[in-house]
């Protein structure tokens, strides 16, 4: 038998390549001959970065960069063998790395975010793999192209100020002092997320009030993010607020777009082509999958349904392992998981179920069983 395992990570409890392992020996005490084949799995968002460096043989790089307050913190990325750099802008630019107060997005800024960019760069690398998901931000990502050397004026010729408070501030924006090096790099972006810029669905009236934007600044900042986005047409004539993903982390995905020509990707199709998960399932037998909790949302394009999606291309059949399992989760059956298995085995705490060496043993535990079911229809 061999078996492809691609199990995203169970948020806060397992990492993908744990989760894979964990699978893996509960197979292999079924089928001790059975070729496990472990992918990472990530969807761009938190765990990009470990799983691929960990599932590519890639390595970890530190950098002082600015949180999202221009407070220095340790941010961590990572460089794959060939050279391309894995970065999380919530490593930088997170929610996780402040406290919660009012009106936050009014401050917080993508600077870090650039100057992990740019430290990547004084390493060599020139090819760019981005997750843009968990930010604390809605600067329009200024933030990041100023840390690049972009000039983002006042009506005084000034750099502005952090946050929405200076995109507020935008008159002029200008490329004389960007870095040389930013012409020979690439980026690509994973991101799932399809609001644009502006208006009512743009990423100030959406996403604002989770980052704890007050309504009275809602209005105040989808103003100066289309004053940005007409700047931006002196700079980029193809610039277009309007365009998919542009909303996305507080409007980074614009400054990506537009000023950096990224190209933007599913983020689990854009790690499944990374980690070459095609040619693996397509010699496969039997696809695991799986992710913390299964509900609706699985079904609409998280990483399980991805892979399964992949998986159907080639007619293997798919089971998926879950730490919990939700209301919704039977739509996962109508998107190519044959069959979905939550792994806890008694009541328990969520601390308890959570802890890393239980929800390890947990998945094993299960997977044997489940595959000693296979085992005895197969004979």
């Not at 002092?177 to 502006?198: G, H, Q, S, W």
């Not at 604002?208 to 002196?234: F, H, W």
């Not at 777009?257 to 983020?267: H, R, T």
């Not at 069959?339 to 535990?365: G, K, W």
Request: proline share 4%.
């Amino acid at each position: 038998m061999k078996a492809v395992i691609a199990m995203d990570s169970f948020k806060g409890s397992i990492s993908s390549i744990e989760a894979g392992n964990a699978v893996s020996e509960g197979i292999l005490r079924v089928f001790p001959d059975a070729d496990t084949i472990i992918k990472p799995v990530a969807d761009g968002g938190e765990g990009t970065v470990e799983a691929l460096v960990k599932g590519l043989d890639g390595r970890l790089c530190e950098a002082e960069v600015s949180d999202p307050l221009g407070k220095t913190i340790t941010a961590v990325y990572g460089v794959l063998p060939n050279n391309t750099a894995v970065i999380e802008m919530a490593a930088a630019s997170g929610l996780t790395l402040i406290p919660p107060f009012a009106d936050a997005p009014w401050h917080t800024t993508t600077y870090g975010t650039g100057e992990l960019i740019l430290d990547a760069i004084k390493r060599g690398c020139r090819s760019f793999i981005i997750g843009i998901g968990g930010s604390a931000t809605n600067d329009g990502g200024i933030g990041c192209l100023q840390a690049l050397g972009f000039g983002m004026l006042d009506a005084n010729g000034q750099q502005v100020g952090f946050g929405a408070k200076g995109l507020s501030q935008l008159a002029e924006i200008t490329d004389s002092n960007v870095i040389p090096e930013l012409k020979e790099c690439t980026f690509r972006v994973a991101c799932d997320v399809t609001n644009p810029l502006c208006g009512e669905n743009g990423c100030s009236m959406v996403f604002g009030p989770q980052k704890s934007a007050c309504a009275a600044s809602l209005v105040i900042m989808d103003t100066a993010m289309r004053n940005y986005a007409e700047l931006t047409k002196n700079y980029n004539p193809a610039a277009s607020p309007d365009t998919s993903g542009a909303g996305a982390a507080g409007g980074l995905g614009f400054a990506l777009m537009y000023y950096l020509n990224a190209e933007f990707e599913s983020g689990v199709d854009l790690i499944m082509q990374e980690t070459n998960l095609e040619a693996a399932i397509k010699n496969a037998d039997i696809v695991v999958t799986g992710e913390g909790c299964l509900d609706s949302q699985t079904a609409m394009g998280k990483a399980p349904a991805g892979i399964a999606r992949l998986a159907k291309k080639y007619g293997r059949p798919v089971i998926a392992f879950s730490g919990a399992v939700k209301n919704g989760a039977e739509l996962c059956n109508q998107h190519g998981i044959d069959a979905y298995f939550p792994i806890l085995r008694e009541v328990s705490t969520l601390e308890q179920a959570m802890d890393r060496s239980n929800a390890c043993h947990n998945l094993a535990d299960t997977a044997e069983q489940v595959f000693r079911t296979i085992k005895l229809f197969s004979k």
